[in-house]
């Protein structure tokens, strides 16, 4: 493992209007996915990469709500601080907002509404989190590139160009909302340019990381799930996805007191005080379950 620091940034604002009715009143990020907010997913990515340290950014109105739901992050072995979004202005303005709290460390920024899970993802994660400089990008092959931003690979899978939303896409394979930077990021973001909708591009801090040779892919498999829970079709096709592995394998996916349990970032005593409120849910049978088995 990096001896440099690794902290989280979760970015979760927007306005969520492609969920519009639903998130006229709630953020996207807080909406159900099968049994947990949707918040939890990318938050227990960050957990498994063993990332303890994390920001959350939102809107001035949801932020007091996910202040709410996660707390501090104590009960769960970890340190939550909560970053305002006064306005949506792209991506990469989330290194601006937490240029502070990042501080000496190196970071890792997931999309609130991303989900990933499968065999091999905690691995890739570490491998990811292996590298002191330079940044880690993770593609996934996807049916419809051209809603991406899109990495050319060349013959050794490294990255030969990036492109948002290309017209005649390159290759298959989008750049997931899952991104690895050293501690150069902030100072990257802050000397590129608002692109012509206006917003601080991820594609851009990326492209200046490929042109100082610095860029690394990941490549997610068939082992791999990579949902995006932006329309009300992604979150419902999420949300069945969820329910039908949790119901078939009787585990659940991303368990924020499971992780923090498996990974001693709490103890048994800790995750008991945490079911005690859950007691009379599922979700707090399964997590009782635990601690019952040998």
């Given at each position: ?215 690394r892919a990941e490549l997610f498999g068939r082992g791999i799930a990579w949902l995006d829970t932006g329309t009300h079709d992604a979150l419902l096709a999420a949300g069945s996805f969820v329910q039908t592995v949790e119901a078939r394998q009787a585990l659940k996916i991303s368990c924020p007191e499971e992780i923090a349990w498996r990974k001693g970032y709490i103890s048994d005593a800790q995750l008991s005080d945490l079911i005690r409120p859950l007691a ?15």
């Amino acid at each position: 493992m990096a001896s440099i620091p690794w902290k989280g940034i979760i970015l979760a604002g927007g306005s969520g209007t492609r969920l519009h009715p639903l998130t006229l009143g709630l953020s996207k990020q807080l909406m159900p996915v099968y049994d947990k907010p949707m918040l939890y997913y990318p938050l227990s990515v960050l957990m498994l990469a063993g990332i303890r340290d994390v920001c959350i950014i939102s809107t001035p109105r949801d932020l007091p709500l996910f202040q709410a739901v996660l707390g501090d992050g104590k009960q769960w072995g970890c340190r939550f601080t909560f970053t305002e979004q006064a306005r949506p202005e792209g991506i990469a303005q989330a290194f601006l907002l937490t240029r502070d709290f990042i501080g000496d460390s190196n970071t890792c920024l997931i999309l609130g509404d991303n989900i990933f899970f499968g065999q091999g993802l905690t691995e890739a994660l570490q491998r990811a989190m292996g590298h002191e400089s330079g940044a880690t990008v993770f593609g996934y092959h996807v049916s419809d590139p051209e809603r991406y931003g899109v990495m050319e690979l060349d013959g050794e899978k490294r990255v030969v160009s990036i492109e948002e939303k290309p017209v005649k896409p390159k290759s298959g394979y989008a750049v997931t909302g899952l991104y690895f930077y050293d501690n150069q990021v902030a100072d990257i973001a802050a000397s590129i340019r608002p692109s012509a909708r206006g917003e601080l591009e991820i594609t851009d801090v990326n492209q200046a990381y490929l042109q100082e040779g610095r860029l690394r892919a990941e490549l997610f498999g068939r082992g791999i799930a990579w949902l995006d829970t932006g329309t009300h079709d992604a979150l419902l096709a999420a949300g069945s996805f969820v329910q039908t592995v949790e119901a078939r394998q009787a585990l659940k996916i991303s368990c924020p007191e499971e992780i923090a349990w498996r990974k001693g970032y709490i103890s048994d005593a800790q995750l008991s005080d945490l079911i005690r409120p859950l007691a009379k849910t599922g979700y707090g049978r399964y997590l009782a379950a635990l601690l019952e088995k040998p």
